[in-house]
Each structure stands twice: as C-alpha cells, then as structure tokens.
C-alpha cells in the first residue's frame, strides 16, 4: 500500500521559517513527479511547489524566491523549506505524488499538515 505521510508543519509568525517533509512507502517513487498542494479554508487545494523525476523544480507565482522544494530519491523523501513566511501561506499542506500511466496520471496522497502563519 503507498503511503505518504507528512511533517513538519505549525504555526509560525510572518517573515519566519518551517520545513516539511513528506516520506513515501510502498513503492518506488523514483519515476513519480513530487509536490506539495495547500488549501485554505473556503478555499480550493492549489499547487504550491514540484519537482520532476529528474529534480526540476516548478513553483507558484507568490512562493517564487521564498520556498524550496527538494526530494532524495534514495530516501523516498521530499521536503518544502518555506521561508519568509506570509500569512496567506497558512492552510493545510499535503504532499502529492504522481506518476504517470497509459490512461493518465496515478495520484497518491498524504493526510495533511497544518501550517498556519499569523501576522
């Protein structure tokens, strides 16, 4: 069963840091894209932060120059360093797995952590 389980999240005030991680189990996650995906209350899920097989990163617009994403393959591990942090950075953040098949992309999930960033 693939399991990814996350950590790492918790308040913090405006302009400091956290770090998330997330490890996977049950399979190899060497092929599969990585990302992190929040959501806001009231608000839908978005894309925050992912990185390719092959370690491209890709961010959103308003994380650019304040987030980091990272993966170890080895370790089945990627990890969200977000600093400078904003109060509209709070939500739940989930990791994301995906990896694509014939028909489309699989996508595996964490439970979420909480971050939440008060001014």
């Known amino acids: 069963q693939v399991q990814l389980v996350e950590s790492g999240g918790g308040q913090a005030q405006a302009g400091e840091s956290l770090k998330l991680a997330c490890v996977g189990s049950g399979t190899d996650f060497t092929a599969h894209s990585m990302g992190w995906y929040r959501q806001a209350p009231g608000k839908e899920r978005e894309l925050v932060a992912s990185i390719t097989s092959e370690h491209w990163p890709n961010y959103r617009d308003s994380v650019k120059g304040r987030f980091t994403i990272s993966r170890d393959n080895a370790k089945n591990t990627v990890t969200l360093q977000m600093d400078r942090l904003q109060s509209d950075d709070t939500g739940v953040y989930y990791c994301?797995?995906?990896?694509?098949?014939?028909?489309?992309?699989?996508?595996?999930w964490g439970q979420g952590t909480q971050v939440t960033v008060s001014s």
């Open positions: 994301n797995s995906a990896l694509p098949v014939s028909w489309g992309t699989r996508n595996y």
